[in-house]
């Protein structure tokens, strides 16, 4: 759970659930050796974005700020 408040203490945001994702990495040929693990490149893929509440969806961060710390 993730919760934004604003700065006299007000709940602002709340974003609930889960966020489920995937991605590839190459081991090298060395399974047991995790130093030379690599993300493979591109292979990063968002499942699931936040199955509860969420606030924040089509929100700017930047314009959220100013709006409301100033």
Request: hydrophobic share 35%.
């Amino acid at each position: 759970m993730h919760k934004l408040f604003g700065p006299d203490g007000q709940l602002l945001f709340m974003q609930t659930g889960q966020l489920m994702f995937q991605f590839m990495v190459d081991t090298n040929g060395t399974p047991t050796d995790f130093t030379d693990d690599e993300e493979v490149e591109g292979s990063f893929v968002v499942l699931r974005s936040f199955t509860g509440q969420n606030d924040l969806e089509g929100h700017d961060f930047c314009d959220d700020i100013h709006e409301f710390i100033g």
